[in-house]
């Protein structure tokens, strides 16, 4: 083949652009599993000569995070609990909005449609301060249920532009048999639309996983330390200005916050890069 | 004649309930949306310091914001940013889409690699490239250490330089999914038309530059769209990478406005800035709404 | 004024400014197979979804068995209906598609077994199931659909373009069964197609529509024979019947017509023009069916009036069974079905043979039936 060497640079190039990527991530890696005097010596780029776990400990059960030296643990929880609930409720909203606006259209229904998806957009800057206000005043501030409120509230948009534009093409003579037949509305969303949703839903639980349990600027405004996400701890660690850096630590305490989404689009990728597409209003 | 009775319930509930469904939706879109939206504006001309307050005081929040140097920076800096980064991402996200499309092997693991970063949280990323290129542990002490004693990269602690840091953060970031996109567009383009271009006798060059290229303008706009706003609305990774710093080098209009809302009580001309970053946003995000969406009216 | 079983009063249907279906009259008797047929938008469909319930009545009235169902859902309207993409439920078995109709109204089980098991005997599907749609032929999901609408014992069954997903052979032979369903069942049936071959062989009755307006509403012979109109005249039938001008003239003391052909012109006998003694000169556009004009061997020999003439051929193109011959009348392009193994040979004279009592006539202006 004449193109051999071509072929050649093609490979060098693209590879050289996986060692770019994979740099940050290798750097996190091999620093949390080494001794913090060998990361401060200049051995930033090598493989640990001592291998410990104690910065994984550390990070996870003991590090000083805020007030307390308790670990990143209570904040990986809170994450959890307020990660769960708002996805859960953001995507089934966002189903059944789908559902209405594609298979029981009214007038004025694109327009509505556009309104919602203008939420997706908004800098949150611009609700912050009113946000504060309505949490205190629905006894949700600096707790978990507040930070689960505000997710769905911005999440809905996001799910709703999911599952429109999955079920605008999904025929909707199915839905006409199907009331043909004597189903009513509740019915044939359980029925018929949800058992063919799956692929849809997937895409959006992944989403909003990703963006919420991402989310920094939410947990920043409107967390106490009782119910700080973990991102929010984790740039607490870090940008902590008492005491020695302890790097390997911030790394270890970094690729925890980063496990569960790297980990659900390791599993599913696929459904990730469908759900980062779907940016474009169509679909 | 045959008797015309008066709807039913059942036929009344089928036109009510799915607006009756979409409506708590649509209610809290109404409220927490576009309601705050005007809360935040009318804050944005009244005189609210630490909380808010309403009296009237018109465009002052405004005026003053426009003489605040720390303004002028948030803004210069966001220009630079914004501009660089779109350009970089859409520059380097098409060159890798166009390589990859070539029937590579190991094509899925090459994207799952290139992709991967845009699943982090930004807080992750703004640690892992702060320790990098922090000069005291990261690629300086590396290269000191390796023997390259002269080498010196310390743009993070530079005040004319940490800028572009992020910029190097966020194309990180960002840049395997406008590859994606790019990717996206690249096959969905009609083989038989690439076939019928070689036939014509272009070449691999051609067939990019004057075949491929033009028609993935969809990409490019969807793209442009989603780096444009992801640029203005970046917080989280100025927080970690730099916080702001130092001094206030590396301030952007989010920044900006939550540390002018919540720390230095200045909560009107926060919410002027917010106001700001909003109107920039929808500069560019409604007209493309608008397009995206006006052959679906009915 | 006794009410028919389905019964569309001044139905149209406007969205917004836009009017699709102008005021339509449609009274359907119990058992009768009646077929909307027209081209694309002509409001064939809107209508049949309005008789279904899935569009709303802009103004006029549908009644069903003597009630009136404008405002009633399409569940309670007794209805089933048959879908272009036979709308079958891919989550569910083919079991599950046709018995999902039965639970929704509530049917007991050992009930819904035993239609199950006698519908999938008379469409013979029983051996299909406990497949899932995906797996099935275009052909068996047609059965399907068609066993789900019948688990319904529907006052009446509505069929929406439900042969146009199927290849040309599978569609005859569907059609045949649908026919032969109808024999059995005797239920009354809508039925949507733009092909007017299958509105010709399935129907009791036509409704041919265009442009937001049901043409000609009549039996099959009648639409065929008797067009109301020069849209029904071109639009059933194939190839199309002959529309070409011609003028009324008096011809042996009697009406006849008289037509410009490739030569000069000829002189035919026009019998159903007879009362047009009073309109004689004027211009009209005169329509022949094919097999109206044809060689003098496959002439209807029963008819009382065959008119045999020596004309130049055009075109002459062979399917096996016909030759279709084209002439030149009237300055039009007309076709003549021949024999197959007719002589006529572009550019030579032939003998055509024209059966004038088949012959109709129409208003050029108008075009409304004239005779």
Redesign the interface.
């Known amino acids: 083949m004449t193109l051999r060497p071509a072929r050649i640079l093609l490979y060098a190039i693209l590879g050289l652009f996986c060692l770019y990527y994979l740099l940050p991530l290798y750097v996190m890696l091999v620093n949390s599993v080494k001794p913090l005097q060998e990361i401060t010596s200049g051995g930033m780029m090598e493989l640990p000569q001592v291998w410990t776990l104690a910065p994984w400990h550390n990070a996870w059960s003991q590090a000083q995070v805020g007030v307390e030296a308790t670990g990143l643990k209570p904040y990986f929880l809170n994450s959890l609990l307020m990660v769960v609930p708002a996805v859960t409720i953001a995507t089934v909203l966002g189903a059944l909005n789908g559902y209405v606006l594609t298979k029981w259209r009214f007038r004025g229904d694109t327009i509505l449609f556009g309104l919602m998806l203008f939420g997706c957009f908004i800098p949150f800057q611009i609700v912050l301060i009113p946000m504060a206000r309505s949490l205190g005043f629905l006894n949700l501030s600096g707790t978990v249920g507040g930070l689960i409120f505000v997710h769905v509230v911005y999440g809905i948009s996001f799910s709703t532009l999911y599952f429109r534009n999955y079920y605008s093409a999904f025929p909707t003579e199915l839905v006409r048999a199907a009331e043909i037949d004597g189903a009513g509305f509740f019915t044939i969303f359980w029925r018929i639309l949800v058992p063919n949703s799956g692929p849809i839903a997937v895409v959006c639980v992944i989403w909003l996983f990703t963006n919420i349990w991402n989310d920094f600027l939410f947990g920043a405004s409107f967390s106490d330390f009782s119910s700080q996400p973990m991102t929010v701890a984790l740039n607490n660690l870090v940008q902590s200005s008492t005491g020695e850096k302890e790097y390997n630590v911030h790394f270890a305490g970094a690729i925890m916050a980063a496990l569960p989404t790297l980990f659900v689009y390791i599993v599913a990728g696929r459904f990730f890069v469908r759900g980062l597409m779907s940016g474009s209003v169509k679909g | 004649m ?7 319930a ?2 009344r ?2 036109v009510l ?3 009756l ?2 409506s ?3 209610a ?2 109404a409220f ?6 005007a ?2 504006t009318y ?1 944005s001309f009244s005189d609210s310091k630490m909380l ?1 307050s309403y009296g009237w005081v018109g465009f002052q929040n405004y005026e003053t914001l426009f003489s605040l140097r720390m303004w002028d920076i948030a803004v210069t800096n966001l220009a630079i940013f914004g501009i660089l980064y779109i350009v970089i991402c859409s520059f380097l996200g098409l060159m ?1 889409a166009i ?2 499309d ?1 029937h ?1 092997r190991a094509e899925g693991f ?1 994207r ?21 290129l922090d000069p ?3 690629l300086e ?2 290269m ?2 390796w023997g390259w004693t002269s080498f010196e990269f310390r743009w993070i602690k530079d005040r004319d330089m940490a800028i572009y840091t992020i910029v190097i953060a966020a194309v ?1 970031q960002t840049s ?2 406008v590859m ?2 790019f990717l ?1 567009g690249l096959r969905g383009i009609d083989s038989e038309m690439l076939k019928a271009a070689r036939v014509d006798g272009a070449g691999t060059f051609a067939v990019y530059r004057r075949i491929v290229i033009p028609q993935l303008r ?1 990409a490019f706009l ?1 793209a442009f ?2 780096l444009a ?1 992801m640029a ?2 970046s ?2 990774l100025v ?2 990478l730099t ?1 702001g710093g130092p001094g206030n080098a590396t301030a952007v ?2 920044t900006f ?2 540390s002018y ?2 720390t230095r009580n200045q ?1 009107g001309i ?2 002027a ?3 700001i ?2 109107l920039t ?2 500069a560019v ?2 007209p ?3 397009s ?2 006006k052959e ?3 | 004024m006794t009410q028919a079983f389905l019964n569309i009063d001044k139905v149209t249907k406007a969205y917004g400014a836009v009017q699709v279906l102008n005021e339509t009259n449609i009274a359907v008797q119990k058992g009768e197979f009646l077929v909307l047929v027209g081209p694309s938008g002509c409001g064939k469909s809107t209508l049949l979804n309005m008789i279904a319930g899935l569009e709303n009545i802009t103004s006029g009235e549908v009644s069903i068995d003597g009630r009136v169902v404008n405002d009633v859902p399409p569940a309670d309207r007794n209805i089933a209906m048959v879908f272009q993409s036979y709308a079958l439920y891919p989550n569910m078995t083919v079991r599950g598609n046709i018995s999902f109709s039965m639970e929704m109204h509530k049917v007991p089980k050992p009930e819904r077994e035993a239609k199950i098991a006698q519908v999938a005997e008379l469409l013979q599907i029983t051996h299909l199931l406990d497949r899932k749609p995906g797996q099935l032929s275009g052909g068996q999901r047609q059965r399907v659909a068609m066993g789900r609408a019948l688990t319904r014992d529907p006052a009446v069954f509505l069929f929406d373009e439900p042969l146009s997903n199927l290849d040309a052979k599978l569609r005859v032979d569907m059609r045949t069964e649908i026919k032969k369903l109808h024999q059995k069942l005797g239920t009354t049936i809508v039925y949507v197609t733009h092909d007017q071959v299958e509105a010709l062989t399935l129907s009791t009755r036509i409704a041919v529509m265009f442009g937001g307006d049901v043409q000609q509403l009549g039996t099959p012979e009648e639409v065929y024979n008797n067009p109301a109109n020069m849209f029904v005249a071109g639009f059933m039938g194939s190839p199309a019947m002959n529309l070409f001008p011609a003028e009324l003239i008096e011809l042996n003391g009697a009406v006849g017509v008289k037509v410009v052909t490739a030569g000069g012109f000829i002189t035919l006998p026009f019998p159903h023009g007879a009362h047009l003694t009073d309109q004689i000169g004027r211009e009209i556009v005169l329509g022949v069916r094919p097999e109206s004009m044809t060689d003098p061997e496959s002439a209807d020999h029963d008819s009382h009036c065959l008119e045999h003439v020596d004309l130049p051929v055009e075109l002459v193109e062979t399917t096996g069974a016909d030759s279709f011959v084209t002439i030149l009348l009237g300055g039009k392009e007309c076709i003549g079905r021949f024999r197959g193994k007719s002589t006529a040979t572009a550019g030579q004279l032939t003998h055509v043979t024209f059966d004038m009592t088949r012959a109709v006539a129409f208003d050029p202006k108008t075009e409304q039936r004239l005779a």
């Open positions: 045959a008797a015309h009775p008066a709807p039913s059942r036929a509930l089928r309930l799915p607006r469904v979409l708590p939706s649509l809290l879109v927490f949306v576009y309601g705050f939206i809360f935040t804050l808010p890798l390589l990859l070539q590579i090459i799952t690699v290139y992709l991967y970063p845009m699943a982090l949280s930004f807080i992750v990323t703004g640690v892992a490239w702060k320790w990098f005291g542990i990261g002490a590396v000191h250490d990180w395997g999914f994606a996109t996206a969809p969807s769209v989603v706003h203005i609305k917080y989280d927080v970690a916080n209009p989010s406005m939550y809302t919540f909560m926060g919410a800035s917010a106001e970053m909003l946003i929808a995000i409604i493309y709404l608008w995206e969406l679906d009216k009915r």
